[in-house]
């Protein structure tokens, strides 16, 4: 376990004024780090330091209980800042959703003691090789004192290189999911470093091998609870997803237009016409509105599907479920195509100097077209179309 003093965050204002100077430390070596594959273990402790990765506890365990909209803004900073960092701890407050929804009154203050510590939760739930996404194979087999065995293998692990505690996605006797959270070093327990994605390349979004790893009884929380009933699960995962996207295409911009404003020559034709600087193309300036335009409104629906997630959190019911489902819905799939599009743009104003090897401006390409790829956009348009034209409400899972 990491030996961390962590800092205790007071409010939603703490929360954000502490993520701005990280966001701003991160930025520094952000490239370097990318370029290198360097994975960020000294940022990734700054950040458990910080008392960031605790303000979603509860008031009544300690914590912030800050509001998602506070939480959005957050990933949102330090995507924009490194895309890998901020995905790193994105199913770390996933899973102390989980703890907050389904934990026994003992796990909560177990669970919350140790994030409050600065103790850090990775993942391990996805699989590969299966028939799609919810096909878990992993078993937990029931022993005969209570206790649990793990046994599987997980992919696309984000977190678990970094992690304390691995939260593993598996099936029980019953054939229902239920999640363990196992320590980082539990004998049978191995992270492969084996990410080899041509984007957040360190994210360290490896390999787990479960081989009879021991689970006390509890560790285990039953999270097939967590569906039968109205959830913000799905909502809460997507939505810092969301941000992640909205980040990266607001660092994108911020490059782009530094690109110009300090590197950039002045096409010959604008330089005919009067224009000294490739910043005072009007052109170039144009293009500029267009893509901070297209920025700022998946900001604005971001901010707005995390209210709607306070307005359900306050106020948990089907309709407002399904309300804060379908506006996470749309600024994930709005922020997708944001990211994408504006940092492919980004060397579309920049010029010929701009796709150089040695400035690693591709990485934001790379980080957008990686990360957008978590989910299909195309299924979250689909039930945005089938809530606004039939009324019907998203199905309860954990991917929307």
Do not use: C
């Not at 506890?57 to 998602?68: E, I, L």
């Not at 530094?258 to 009067?274: D, Q």
């Not at 599009?341 to 934001?364: K, M």
Request: hydrophobic share 45%; glycine share 8%; no cysteine.
């Amino acid at each position: 376990m990491a030996d961390t003093t962590a800092r205790v965050i007071a409010d939603d204002a703490e929360a954000l004024a502490v993520a701005a100077d990280l966001a701003d430390a991160f930025r520094t070596g952000a490239s370097a780090r990318d370029a290198e594959r360097r994975l960020p273990h000294a940022e990734v402790d700054r950040l458990s330091a910080s008392g960031l990765l605790a303000i979603t506890v509860p008031a009544g365990h300690g914590g912030a209980d800050v509001r998602q909209e506070t939480l959005a803004e957050v990933f949102r900073l330090l995507a924009a800042a490194d895309a890998s960092l901020a995905q790193i701890p994105q199913s770390h407050f996933v899973y102390v959703n989980v703890i907050r929804r389904q934990g026994t009154e003992q796990q909560r203050k177990f669970f919350f003691a140790e994030v409050l510590a600065g103790r850090r939760f990775g993942n391990a739930q996805s699989e590969a090789g299966t028939r799609h996404v919810q096909d878990i194979r992993t078993r937990l087999r029931r022993q005969p004192d209570g206790s649990y065995v793990l046994t599987g293998v997980k992919h696309y692990a984000t977190g678990a290189l970094y992690a304390d505690w691995i939260p593993v996605l598996a099936r029980a006797g019953d054939d229902r999911l239920h999640v363990a959270y196992v320590p980082r070093d539990a004998p049978g327990l191995t992270v492969v470093d084996d990410w080899d994605g041509m984007g957040q390349r360190t994210t360290a979004s490896g390999t787990v091998r479960l081989d009879g790893v021991p689970v006390p009884a509890d560790r285990v929380l039953p999270h097939h609870l967590t569906f039968e009933g109205p959830q913000l699960h799905g909502a809460i995962a997507q939505l810092l997803h969301a941000a992640i996207d909205t980040g990266i295409a607001g660092g994108a911009l911020a490059e782009a237009a530094e690109f110009v404003r300090t590197k950039s020559r002045p096409w010959f034709e604008s330089v005919a016409e009067g224009h000294a600087t490739a910043a005072d193309d009007p052109l170039l300036i144009q293009r500029f509105g267009e893509l901070a335009l297209r920025l700022r409104a998946s900001e604005a629906l971001l901010k707005e599907a995390a209210r709607a997630v306070d307005a359900a959190r306050a106020h948990l019911t089907d309709d407002t479920a399904a309300e804060a489902s379908v506006a996470v819905a749309a600024a994930k799939a709005h922020a997708a195509g944001t990211a994408v599009t504006l940092a492919d743009a980004l060397f579309e104003v920049s010029g010929t100097r701009s796709t150089l090897n040695s400035l690693n401006l591709h990485r934001h390409w790379r980080d957008a077209r990686t990360h957008t790829l978590h989910d299909p956009v195309r299924w979250k348009i689909q039930h945005l179309g089938r809530y606004v034209l039939n009324g019907t409400r998203p199905p309860r899972h954990g991917l929307l």
